[in-house]
């Protein structure tokens, strides 16, 4: 009997074509490192600052991409996966503060006059013990947080408060100078990562590509999922719980499996954030954030993959012209934003165009 339910469900998976598109992206993006290393004279050279604000808005478009996974897959819309970015963001900081404090302690600690480095603190000056926090500190907590919420049976508007509480909490807990992890200011003034000035060319040319490895090592396991059987279940888990629970399907090892693989995706996103931009501090865990990422979602298209991806594009390059432009009426145009894709485009802008494909 679960068969009909399932294959019904998995008509509303993202065709095939969506990954031939994103390949076309991913083409138009490997070109741009390699066009950062040509001379500065030279008429197709791409400045520095073009090279990160692009590679900001690749790794926004992974945590799209993530929460896509859990909201527009499994159905629970988080308001809280800034916290993952930001716990990615900040083991490598640590590591990165460590690189540039040398045998000494990191600035900010020298400043509260602090004698010697809190114990988790230990061994984050090996890049391999770094990224391996970047993977358990979002994906522990993923794990408990989930657990627990899933347990208890925590859907819908419920859960997604929740996930905004905590991003909260955490926000505040980073805020204090007595957490040892910069208070207010966070972390900034990097020099090197793996003995290479982080402000060479070839360093930011070889973060960038890194980040689009990562956005496409997400894009196909997100989409191996979503044309898998555990995709279709989880489609089908979206649309019809309790009757995916009348079938036999038990939806708590489906939920968490796919929450704790989306934080861990925020977390190394997090990760390529920080040597790129140069600083995470506690703002980046600020629920407007996590807001801001529901928007990407709902303006490309949940449930698509590739949209997301389109939606965090669009909004982060009109964010990055308004806030030059009209800096005060940046939120009220967000709000307004998420407004019109809410009454007018609820597929967002993917499901717009199969639509006008279609007639």
């Known amino acids: 009997m679960s068969q009909p339910l399932i294959v019904t469900a998995a008509q509303k998976v993202g065709p095939r074509g969506t990954l031939t598109a994103g390949c076309v992206i991913i083409a138009v993006l490997l070109a741009l490192p390699l066009l950062s290393l040509l001379p500065a004279d030279n008429s197709f050279q791409v400045s ?4 990160t604000l692009v590679g900001k808005i690749l790794c926004y478009a992974i945590v799209a991409l993530a929460l896509d996974l859990v909201w527009g897959y499994a159905g629970l819309l988080s308001l809280g996966h800034g916290l993952f970015f930001a716990l990615g963001g900040y083991a490598m900081g640590m590591y990165l503060m460590r690189q540039a404090a040398g045998d000494g ?7 509260l006059s602090w004698t010697e480095l809190p114990w988790y603190w230990a ?4 890049f391999l013990w770094a990224m391996c926090l970047v993977v358990l500190a979002p ?3 993923a794990l408990i947080f989930g657990f627990f919420a899933f347990r208890s049976r925590i859907k819908g508007v419920y859960f997604s408060i929740m996930t905004q509480a905590l991003t909260f909490a955490g926000m505040l807990l980073f805020f204090r100078n007595e957490t040892g992890f910069g208070g207010n200011n966070g972390f900034t003034n990097f020099r090197s990562i793996l003995g290479f000035s982080i402000s060479a060319q070839g360093t930011r040319a070889a973060l960038f590509l890194a980040t689009v490895a990562l956005l496409v090592a997400s894009l196909y396991i997100g989409w191996r999922l979503a044309q898998s059987k555990f995709g279709r279940v989880l489609t089908a888990l979206r649309d019809a719980e309790n009757r995916l629970m009348f079938c036999g399907y038990d939806p708590r090892g489906f939920k968490l499996f796919v929450w704790v693989l989306s934080a861990v995706l925020c977390g190394l996103a997090g990760a390529l954030y920080v040597p790129q931009v140069g600083i995470i501090n506690p703002s980046e865990m600020s629920p407007t954030n996590s807001i801001e990422a529901a928007v990407w979602v709902a303006l490309g298209g949940r449930g698509t993959l590739i949209g997301p991806l389109l939606g965090a594009g669009l909004v982060n390059g009109m964010k990055s012209w308004f806030t030059m432009a009209f800096p005060e009426y940046w939120l009220f145009f967000l709000g307004a934003l998420f407004i019109i894709v809410t009454l007018y485009l609820p597929k967002g802008v993917i499901g717009m165009l199969k639509k006008r494909s279609e007639q």
């Open 48 to 51: 520095a600052y073009t090279l």
């Open 105 to 111: 302690l990191p600035a900010f600690m020298t400043f």
């Open 123 to 126: 061994g984050t000056d090996h």
């Open 139 to 141: 994906g522990l907590l």
